[in-house]
């Protein structure tokens, strides 16, 4: 449906009506999520993105318009079954420190076996973000 050069969805995919209809409702949620984040960064008000790495997401071209760190977390590293890799993009680095690549001393569950830990993993990350206060300067 997507590509890094089509984040938005490949041409042909728009003239499929029930691709066209799916990546409508997805887009509006990444638009309405980049309006979010160009209004917090004219407000100079800080804000982060999480979502999977290999997300096109972080091919929108929207991105240039602010500045952004990017985070990059296994989430096996939080207690999750598998490495499961995410992205955070933050408005400043003040979330850097959470950054975990999987260190490859613990098994993980095969992608086949169904799992409500990443889940369990994701919430104790979101945990970790809640208790970083942002300060500026």
């Known amino acids: 449906l997507r590509s890094a050069n089509w984040p938005a969805g490949l041409p042909e995919a728009h003239d499929n009506p029930a691709l066209a209809a799916q990546l409508r ?3 509006e949620l990444v638009n309405w999520t980049l309006k979010v984040v160009t209004s917090c960064a ?3 008000v800080p804000w982060f993105v999480q979502n999977p790495r290999s997300s096109y997401l972080w091919d929108y071209s929207e991105w240039a318009m602010v500045s952004f760190f990017d985070v990059e977390i296994d989430l096996c590293e939080y207690g ?3 490495p499961n890799p995410v992205r955070i993009r ?3 680095d003040w979330l850097a420190g959470l950054a975990a690549k999987c260190g490859g001393k613990h098994k993980h569950v095969p992608w086949s076996h169904p799992s409500m830990a990443s889940s369990l993993a994701s919430r104790a990350l979101h945990r970790r973000v809640s208790q970083r206060s ?3 300067g």
């Open 134 to 136: 942002w300060r500026p």
């Open 25 to 27: 409702a997805a887009n």
């Open 90 to 92: 933050a408005s400043h």
């Open 42 to 44: 004219r407000l100079k």
């Open 80 to 82: 999750g079954p598998r």
